[in-house]
């Protein structure tokens, strides 16, 4: 290291590596050719990036210019990219502009994604960074990006100095926005808790809750559609509206209803439950065949929803609708279901729709306040029992 790099010029060279992976490149002409991935560096950059702290030291005591673009990077994207705090910290020190951008319009604080970058992030702002610089392309603050990725401490820190809460990128997404946008993964519980934390932090600093984006799609919009149960409770306890209606004309109920079947393992008829037991606007009863097409493989979904009508007419044509392998396996609820085909329903059902009816939008609050068995609460609120009476 001494021998080769003791001369600044030799230092800030920028490297350029060619690597054996092909990719596709454009050509000024018009024409697109195969050629070797090449990628620039240099020496600060590499250092910063593996979390090479004394080879770092070295290099900016000896005349390596902290704030070097190479390869569309500065050596502080590259420490912040990979979590070196100890990097962040000798690079700021030495002078390091915490608010560069990268070529692709991105602050080092949007690069901090990971929980271990929180050190990362902390330093930043000690020397300067500024929490609200939007990236050039989506104008999304390093909030937007603590809210995707699930990082709550971020988020905190990024409020404590002063992020906008309500800030809307380009296509007018809100953090809040951003973080009912996401889909969690259902094995792994702590990444939901993660959101709902962000989603908590966010409405005590003041989150405008029905702030929608270019779409005209709120945060419940996304939540339910994501199936983000104990963030779409979270909402609506904030006063989300239940009814609202985006571009599309879809409300949160239906937007629910379109990820029934292939987010299935998230439990969505407990999203739809919900939302009808808060007092949502129903689907169109004669778009009630479609949506039954659409939701033949969720039957719970499909039970809720039909139970929260005091009357919808079954007609051969919902038969028809199912296909015959999904009939099979849900025989006992179809059964029941096509059972009614041109038939009343069920005293019992009457007096639930009845009660229901005269509760409106407070059923979840006021039926389990009645003095009443668990069961019968349960079947008020609409709680699936696998087949229709």
Known sequence: MQDGFSDPEQLNKVLEFQSDELLWTAQKWGLWSLEYKRELTSPLCIAAA?????????????????????????????????????????LLEHGANPNQMTDEGLTALHLCRTPQSLRCAKALVRYGAKVNSPSEEEEETPLHVASRHGLPHHAQLYLRFGACVNHGSSSGETPLGVVCGVAPEKTDNSQDEQYLEICRLLLAYGAQINLSDEE??????????????????????????????????????????????????????????????????????????????????????????????????????WVEAIPEDIFHLHRTFYESLFALEYKPRSLQHLCRSALRKEFGKNCCSLIPRLPIPKPLEQYLLLEPEGYID
């Open 216 to 317: 005209r799609r709120s945060p419940l919009h996304k939540a339910a559609r994501n199936v983000q149960l104990k963030v779409v409770e979270l909402l609506l306890d904030h006063g989300a509206d239940i009814s609202a209606i985006d571009y599309n004309g879809c409300s949160p109920l239906s937007s629910v209803l379109q990820s029934s079947v292939v987010r299935q393992g998230w439990e969505p008829h407990r999203v739809v439950q919900t939302l009808l037991n808060r007092g949502s606007i129903k689907v169109w009863p004669q778009a009630l065949l479609k949506v039954l097409t659409a939701c033949a493989e969720a039957p719970k979904t499909v039970e809720i929803l039909f139970n929260s009508y005091t009357l919808v007419p079954v007609t051969s044509k």
């Open 50 to 90: 593996q979390g090479f702290s004394e080879c770092l030291q070295y290099l900016l005591e000896h005349g390596a210019h902290p704030n070097l673009i190479a390869g569309g990077k500065a050596a502080l994207h590259e420490a912040c990219a990979n979590a070196n705090t100890e990097c962040v910290e000798l």
